[in-house]
């Protein structure tokens, strides 16, 4: 079992900041790869950014550039540093982590967005 605890959430004005955190515990063998999926209302899930025990990363097209993920092992912390904000990316943040190659996801409760323009 994994638990995630999302924060950092909250409102700011286009072109604002925010940096997520997400706190994992439980079996590090199944959040060895972990990311940020994103669901804004009426609109499906939708990945943000991932990361694997290599540390290596990727980012949907809409936020290269202007968000990054990164991980402190020893705070068993995952982040997600957002910058340039528009109100598109308004929505609720999810962490996520899995086993590297597996389909099955853990999930936080997740944290809300907003941009306002």
């Known amino acids: 079992q994994v638990q995630l605890v999302e924060s950092g959430g909250g409102s700011v004005q286009a072109g604002g900041s925010l940096r997520l955190s997400c706190g994992a515990s439980?079996?590090?063998?199944?959040?060895?790869?972990m990311g940020w999926f994103r669901q804004a209302l009426g609109k499906e899930r939708e990945g943000v950014a991932t990361i694997d025990s290599d540390g290596l990363t990727s980012y949907a097209d809409s936020v290269k550039g202007r968000f990054t993920i990164s991980q402190d092992n020893a705070k068993n912390t995952l982040y997600l540093e957002m910058n340039s904000l528009k109100p598109e990316d308004t929505a609720m943040y999810y962490c996520?982590?899995?086993?590297?190659?597996?389909?099955?996801?853990?999930w936080g409760q997740g944290t809300q967005v907003t941009v306002s323009s």
């Open positions: 996520e982590a899995h086993r590297c190659g597996s389909a099955f996801r853990y």
């Open positions: 439980g079996d590090t063998y199944n959040r060895r790869c």
